[in-house]
């Protein structure tokens, strides 16, 4: 199978590359938005423990 | 308790303990990645690579791989969500209350990829983005009941009052879950009957039935990250004001 065929997906390239890049983003936020919440979450709290000592 | 190892019953009362599982997860997080990748790149493969087309919806139903691993997924984090809810409601566990609000938002994303990836598949093959059969209807519902579940609990200043209401909605709605799973026997639906669960003869072939596997279980790694990430983040909020965090966070600007 070429590289293109893999990519034409038998003529559905545009439904099935959609479904798996949504999904990619989804699943991509979903991790990465706690994780900067939590670290700009710590920043915060140092910021007001430095303030108030 | 006597049938628990004394080992697993250690185990379980020190994750109970909030500086416990947050020092645990961060070391547990790397394998959970690694473990994950693994399964998702050789289940890829797999699905899009090495299964061959299906011999009526050709290379549409690839969508298969990331569609009913979801929905699966939007059905098992449910379960865990509303079982944490009321272990939280009944013992007052403050981290069962946590991994049941943190389920939540990673319920609620699996719901709405189940729904886009079914609706991308449905065009080219129903000829239609959506119908309101008992299958998609109640899958929606199921989203709803999600998005309930958050916004009850950010509209309750108080969270462990939050947690409780929580808890209560998430258990009444568990009545849609065997709907769900049962509604297409039920109803006449546009949408297919099962073709694993039926598990002394699935109609389905084992190169599209491995990769299909792999998935859900790379899946139920990504609901581990996902669910930690949160219940890390909703841990140090809910614990600002007591000693480990404030020391812990003495330590890091230090």
Known sequence: MTLQAFFA??????????????TLMVLVLNVLLPLIQRKQFLRQQALKQKRST | MFLIPDSVVRFFHRMASPPHFYAFTERLMPWLVVIFFLLTVSGLYGGLYLAPPDYQQGD?????????????????????MAITGAIGLIWRIKLAEII??????????????ALFTGSLW?????????????????????LFL???????????????????????????????????????????TLHQGPTVTKLDK??????????????????KFYYLIAVIQRARLELLRRERNSQWVKSMITGESA
Not at chain 2, 62 to 78: D, E, G, K, N, Q
Not at chain 2, 100 to 113: E, R
Not at chain 2, 202 to 219: D, R
């Open chain 1, 9 to 22: 997906m038998g003529g559905y390239a545009f439904y099935v590359w959609t479904a798996y890049g949504l």
């Open chain 2, 60 to 80: 549409s139903y690839r969508i298969i791989y990331i569609h009913v691993p979801s929905a699966w997924m939007s059905l098992f984090i449910y379960v865990v």
């Open chain 2, 202 to 219: 699935p109609s389905i072939h084992v190169s599209m039935l491995i990769p299909l596997l792999l998935m859900t279980l790379a899946f």
């Open chain 2, 146 to 188: 999600y998005l309930g579940v958050i916004g009850l609990y950010g509209a309750i200043e108080d969270k462990r009052v939050a947690s409780k209401a929580v808890a209560i909605l998430a258990l009444v709605g568990v009545v849609n879950i065997p709907i769900i799973h049962y509604s297409v026997e039920w109803w006449n």
């Open chain 2, 100 to 113: 049941s609000i943190s389920s939540a938002a990673v319920g609620a994303s699996f719901t709405l990829i």
């Open chain 2, 122 to 142: 449905g065009k080219p093959m129903w000829g239609t983005w959506w119908v309101w059969d008992a299958r998609l209807t109640s899958e929606l519902i199921l």
